[in-house]
């Protein structure tokens, strides 16, 4: 049965005996509405440790958009049975107040890679994640956290996040889900019209076409996309764009 643990002290308890028993842990940490690009992430990790963590806070400090925090779905009970059924061992349920006793006066900064793309449109937001990934995985303590190639930018920066700051735990990239018309599944997805759904599918297509990113950047405008960035970086290629008040991200790798 799949234990909800809801404070920090009753965590550090659980991770001690977890210890004592030598189990090693995957930890699969989200913002909860799980579908399943989660579920291939808590997948891997069942198969690869004895012990399975998933947590779920949505994660104030990584929103630059009040509304986009407010309106982000918040599915435990959903959830819970997910969980259950896949064989998660435990579900983190911490509270902004216990994860943040700092108030966020502390917080990690990369200077690089993080400027770019999602950070320069969306302010403070890698300061956010990585403040709470770092805080997540000094407390989970694991062996092994699993990361979806849905979010490359933020996978790539916890990735040298660990290395920089010499973390114990190994970063696995898991391969992004896609529903049947190639739409990479996000909790945002839910919030799209049939309309914006048919609108929304043309996103990776172009995105994954032979084109150039200026040529794909202007084919997204012409359907009707607002653009935020079509950019390649070390051979990959990456875009977001808006559909009214839903935001869709994506990558590729290019090939040449
Ligand atoms: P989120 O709950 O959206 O913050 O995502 C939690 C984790 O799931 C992150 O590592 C994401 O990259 C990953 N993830 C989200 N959507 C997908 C997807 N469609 N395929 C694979 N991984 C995903």
């Known amino acids: 049965m799949t234990k909800v643990i809801e404070s920090i002290a009753e965590w550090r308890r659980v991770r001690q005996q977890i210890l004592l028993?030598?189990?090693?842990?995957?930890?699969v940490p989200t913002m909860g509405n799980l579908h399943a690009g989660h579920q291939s992430l808590l997948k891997r990790s069942k198969q690869e440790n004895a012990t399975s963590?998933?947590?779920?806070?949505?994660?104030r400090t990584q929103f630059d958009d009040e509304n986009d925090f407010?309106?982000?779905p918040r599915t435990f009970f959903e959830d819970y049975a997910l969980a259950e059924a896949?064989?998660?061992d435990y579900i983190l349920l911490p509270k902004y107040e216990e994860l943040y006793p700092d108030s966020y006066r502390y917080r990690v900064t990369e200077l690089m890679?993080?400027?770019?793309?999602?950070g320069q449109h969306r302010a403070g937001h890698f300061d956010g994640v990585l403040t709470i990934v770092m805080k997540l995985l000094l407390l989970v303590k694991p062996a092994q956290v699993y990361l979806g190639e849905k979010d490359y930018q933020q996978l790539q920066l916890v990735t040298e996040m660990a290395k920089?700051?010499?973390l114990d735990t190994k970063v696995i990239a898991c391969p992004t889900i896609r529903d049947v018309n190639?739409?990479?599944l996000s909790s945002r997805n839910n919030r799209l019209t049939v309309e914006q759904y048919q609108l929304a599918i043309r996103f990776p297509k172009l995105l994954s076409s032979q084109k150039t990113a200026a040529e794909i950047r202007q084919g997204l405008?012409?359907?009707?996309?607002?653009?935020?960035?079509?950019?390649e970086f070390q051979g990959r290629r990456y875009g977001a764009v808006r559909i009214g008040d839903v935001r869709l991200i994506d990558n590729f790798v290019v090939y040449s």
Do not use: H, P, T, W
Request: proline fraction near 0%.
């Open 86 to 88: 896949m064989g998660i």
């Open 113 to 118: 890679l993080s400027q770019g793309m999602e």
């Open 221 to 231: 405008e012409q359907l009707g996309f607002m653009v935020d960035y079509v950019e």
């Open 21 to 27: 028993e030598d189990r090693s842990v995957g930890f």
């Open 164 to 166: 920089a700051f010499f």
């Open 182 to 184: 190639g739409l990479a």
């Open 53 to 59: 963590v998933l947590s779920i806070f949505v994660n």
């Open 70 to 72: 407010a309106k982000y």
